[in-house]
Antibody
Framework: QAQLQESGPGLVKPSQTLSLTCTVSGDSMTRGSYYWNWIRQSPGRGLEWLAYIYYSGSTYYNPSLESRLSISADTSKNRFSLTLTSLSAADTAVYYC???????????????WGNGTLVTVSS | EIVLTQSPATLSLSPGQRATLSCRASQSVGRDFLAWFQQRPGQPPRLLIHGTSTRATGIPDRFSGDGSVTEFTLTISRLEPEDFAVYFCYQYGFTPPRSFGGGTTVEMK
């Protein structure tokens, strides 16, 4: 059974860069049926979809954050990563990675989630 | 951006009662592209319904979804103790970005 596990720093200083990794187990990212996503959740902003990467390498970002976001994948290690630059307190949130099945031309709804990792932006 | 507005914010009900949750979209959302999630405290969201009315794997049939265009509903026919949680709608159509509603809390009366 597939599982997702996020990893990354719990505390980051303002203006710094956040790097998170999601390790996929029990499934292969290159199977071609899924999009691999990052989503965050905070009391102030609710649930917010951030970005996805497809097994082919194609990516798509939330336009409101696109200038600060980068998503990449290391298929040899079956994991994908998110980078978010120029952090502020508003980026404090629980960050989730999630899998979405392909609907043919775009991602469907998220059918598998990691447990999430809390990231606090504070000096 | 499509804004999803959920109502009510909180629903206070007893086990065995029927719950009806609403999700209103600021623009038309295709029936194929509306989903519902359940989130219990300390857990990630869990997919309940996709494509407006298709239950995800393992979801009991007391959960049902319906709607079209800009009005969608999630119905829980008879609340079980484990159903008291927060519910989110989510649209994943072609108009970026994909977006979530603000959530409805179903609490025990």
């Amino acid at each position: 059974q597939a599982q997702l596990q996020e990893s990354g720093p719990g505390l980051v200083k303002p203006s710094q860069t956040l790097s998170l990794t999601c390790t996929v187990s029990g499934d292969s990212m290159t199977r071609g049926s899924y999009y691999w996503n990052w989503i965050r959740q905070s009391p102030g902003r609710g649930l917010e979809w951030l970005a996805y990467i497809y097994y082919s390498g194609s990516t798509y970002y939330n336009p409101s954050l696109e200038s600060r976001l980068s998503i990449s994948a290391d298929t040899s290690k079956n994991r994908f990563s998110l980078t978010l630059t120029s952090l502020s307190a508003a980026d404090t949130a629980v960050y989730y990675c999630a899998r979405a099945p392909s609907t043919g031309s775009s991602p469907g709804a998220f059918d598998l989630w990691g447990n999430g990792t809390l990231v606090t932006v504070s000096s | 951006e499509i804004v999803l507005t959920q109502s009510p914010a909180t629903l206070s009900l007893s086990p065995g009662q029927r719950a009806t949750l609403s999700c209103r979209a600021s623009q038309s959302v295709g029936r194929d592209f509306l989903a519902w999630f359940q989130q219990r405290p300390g857990q990630p969201p869990r997919l309940l319904i996709h494509g407006t009315s298709t239950r995800a794997t393992g979801i009991p049939d007391r959960f049902s979804g319906d709607g079209s265009v800009t009005e969608f509903t999630l119905t829980i026919s008879r609340l079980e103790p484990e159903d008291f949680a927060v519910y989110f709608c989510y649209q994943y159509g072609f108009t970026p970005p994909r977006s979530f509603g603000g959530g409805t809390t179903v609490e025990m009366k």
